[in-house]
């Protein structure tokens, strides 16, 4: 454990929420959408790639498929 790694991690959690909120506000969904939109959000960031992983998204890496 490191300071350094919590922020990551905190940067890390907070991206769905601010996903979900940009979501919701660019579609003019109401509030009550927020929890399809969180994990919309989380689905999308799976589906991407990332350099930490190689250039592999977490989806890849779990399951040894590409996302369809």
């Given at each position: 454990y490191s300071p350094q790694k919590n922020g990551t991690?905190?940067?890390?959690?907070?991206?769905?929420?601010?996903?979900?909120?940009?979501?919701?506000?660019t579609s003019g969904?109401?509030?009550q959408f927020r929890g399809h939109a969180i994990l919309m959000a989380t689905y999308i960031t799976n589906m991407l790639p990332t350099k930490a992983l190689e250039w592999?998204?977490?989806y890849k890496k779990f399951f040894d498929k590409e996302p369809s």
């Open positions: 991690v905190e940067r890390k959690d907070q991206q769905p929420l601010r996903s979900a909120g940009a979501f919701l506000s969904l109401l509030i592999k998204s977490p």
